[in-house]
């Protein structure tokens, strides 16, 4: 399997303008996690889904940010619109999710982006 | 709720000494613990977890942690460390349930000193 892939690796784009990252899982995993990483907040989960559902979405920071699940090979996570202090790192991770947690989490290479 | 508090930010170490990276937690429930790897430019992957059992627990690449219950600790050792070693370090716990969230600690940057 090629792993959790997430698109694009890099994004520069102006304060106001509307960003979508995009993560596709590991085929076979039931859950689908999104993270942010910051040098001063360290890695946050903002949301994630079990099957396709939103489960927990409490870690998304406001209104600017959206995250759906279409189908179990295709996520996204939007900004709109976007904003300096949302410059970070995004990580999409998935796991089999059979006994929950303790499932080991599978991490993608991330997104770097930056709002200028 | 859990948190996890790693007490350095960056560790030097010379190449084959032995490491010790250091994590405690705090909750009032019984917990999962899990330290994750990040290397340079790449997400994290798992390097090992205490779910039940043995205290000590072995992962990948020659690392170890234990688990101490009375101490709410569960540090990462490796007896002699490489340059490939090099990487930031996180450290993370979880409740029992089945939907609880996994909390990272701040991460451990690990220097290899040649």
């Known amino acids: 399997d090629a792993g959790v892939i997430q698109s694009p690796r890099h994004e520069v784009t102006e304060m106001g303008q509307e960003v979508t990252l995009r993560c596709k899982p590991i085929?076979?995993?039931?859950?689908l996690f999104w993270y942010r990483q910051t040098m001063m907040r360290g890695l946050e989960l903002l949301i994630y889904?079990?099957?396709?559902?939103?489960?927990?979405d409490s870690g998304m920071p406001e209104d600017r940010f959206s995250a759906k699940m279409p189908n179990a090979s295709f996520s996204t996570l939007k900004i709109q619109p976007s904003e300096p202090r949302d410059s970070a790192v995004y990580f999409c991770?998935?796991?089999?999710?059979?006994?929950?947690?303790?499932?080991?989490?599978?991490f993608g290479p991330g997104t770097r982006l930056t709002v200028l | 709720a859990q948190s996890v508090t790693q007490l350095d930010s960056q560790v030097p170490v010379f190449e084959e000494a032995p490491v010790e990276l250091r994590c405690n937690y705090s909750?009032?429930?019984?917990?999962?613990l899990f330290w994750y790897v990040q290397y340079p430019n790449q997400g994290l992957q798992l390097l090992l977890k205490?779910?039940?059992?043995?205290?000590l627990v072995k992962g990948i690449n020659g690392f170890e942690a234990e688990f101490n219950k009375s101490q709410t600790s569960f540090h990462l050792r490796k007896p002699s460390v490489h340059i490939s070693d090099t990487a930031e370090y996180f450290c993370a716990v979880s409740g029992l349930n089945r939907d609880d969230k996994i909390i990272f600690g701040k991460g451990t940057r690990l220097h290899i000193l040649p």
């Open positions: 085929s076979g995993h039931d859950y």
């Open positions: 889904f079990n099957n396709n559902v939103p489960i927990d």
């Open positions: 909750s009032s429930v019984s917990v999962y």
């Open positions: 205490y779910l039940s059992g043995s205290t």
């Open positions: 991770a998935s796991s089999l999710g059979g006994v929950g947690v303790t499932d080991t989490q599978y």
